[in-house]
């Protein structure tokens, strides 16, 4: 029997004021808040300029096909793997035994991944033109960007670096079925 939502929040809370104490009792280095960033790794986008959220709104709770939830708002989407990670927690602890990174949907990056890629999907589906990427995880912003851009959709609040083109035209290669290594573009002919 799975544990209701708010005990999910319970147990959470236990949790993090547990490792508030024992962890964080001092200033986070960097490095230490990069590595959480990489363990629980969240992306927020929104329409074109729809960035504000109303005081009270409710979103639709969209189930991803690897169990993340996706917080629809309409016109601004948001998701993370940070409920995962606490249901999986909670079914280790009851179970006894690891409950594994995903449950059978692979690791915490092909789940990030994918999830991504149904926010895209999503995005599509309701018109959106273009996106302002609000906040998360550096390489889901950056996987956002790429397969934005691979379908034709405009992202602002992103500036991609030489590396982010790289990612680009390596991921575009796959897709491609060409599997050759792209090389970085010359930075005097320009992205």
Same mark, same amino acid.
């Given at each position: 029997? !799975?544990? $209701?939502?708010?005990?999910?929040?319970?147990? =959470?809370? *236990?949790?993090?004021?547990?490792?508030?104490?024992?962890?964080?009792?001092? *200033?986070?280095?960097?490095?230490?808040?990069?590595?959480?960033? !990489?363990? &629980?790794? &969240?992306?927020?986008? !929104? *329409?074109?300029?729809? @960035?504000?959220? *109303?005081?009270?709104? #409710?979103?639709?709770?969209?189930?991803?096909?690897?169990? +993340?939830?996706?917080?629809?708002?309409?016109?601004?989407?948001?998701?993370? !793997?940070? $409920?995962?990670?606490? &249901? =999986?927690?909670?079914? $280790?602890?009851?179970? /006894? /035994?690891?409950?594994? $990174?995903? /449950? /059978?949907?692979?690791?915490?990056?092909?789940?990030?991944?994918?999830?991504?890629?149904?926010? =895209?999907?999503?995005?599509?589906?309701?018109? +959106?033109?273009? @996106?302002?990427? %609000?906040?998360?995880?550096?390489?889901?912003?950056? =996987?956002? +960007? %790429?397969?934005?851009?691979?379908?034709?959709?405009? #992202?602002?609040?992103?500036?991609? @670096?030489?590396?982010?083109?790289?990612?680009?035209? +390596?991921? @575009?290669?796959?897709?491609?079925?060409?599997?050759?290594?792209?090389? &970085?573009?010359?930075?005097?002919?320009?992205?």
């Amino acid at each position: 029997m !799975c544990p $209701e939502p708010n005990e999910n929040r319970a147990i =959470l809370n *236990e949790v993090l004021a547990k490792a508030k104490l024992s962890i964080f009792e001092r *200033e986070m280095t960097p490095q230490e808040f990069y590595a959480l960033m !990489c363990r &629980y790794p &969240y992306l927020e986008v !929104c *329409e074109q300029g729809k @960035s504000i959220l *109303e005081p009270g709104a #409710v979103p639709k709770i969209v189930t991803a096909k690897n169990g +993340w939830k996706i917080y629809d708002y309409g016109h601004f989407m948001a998701s993370g !793997c940070h $409920e995962l990670i606490a &249901y =999986l927690q909670v079914l $280790e602890d009851s179970e /006894g /035994g690891e409950g594994g $990174e995903g /449950g /059978g949907y692979g690791t915490i990056v092909q789940q990030s991944v994918d999830v991504v890629a149904e926010m =895209l999907a999503l995005a599509q589906q309701k018109g +959106w033109t273009a @996106s302002d990427i %609000v906040s998360g995880h550096y390489p889901l912003q950056r =996987l956002y +960007w %790429v397969l934005s851009d691979l379908a034709g959709l405009k #992202v602002n609040n992103f500036d991609p @670096s030489l590396e982010d083109y790289v990612v680009r035209r +390596w991921v @575009s290669a796959l897709k491609a079925k060409t599997f050759y290594q792209p090389k &970085y573009p010359h930075p005097a002919a320009g992205r």
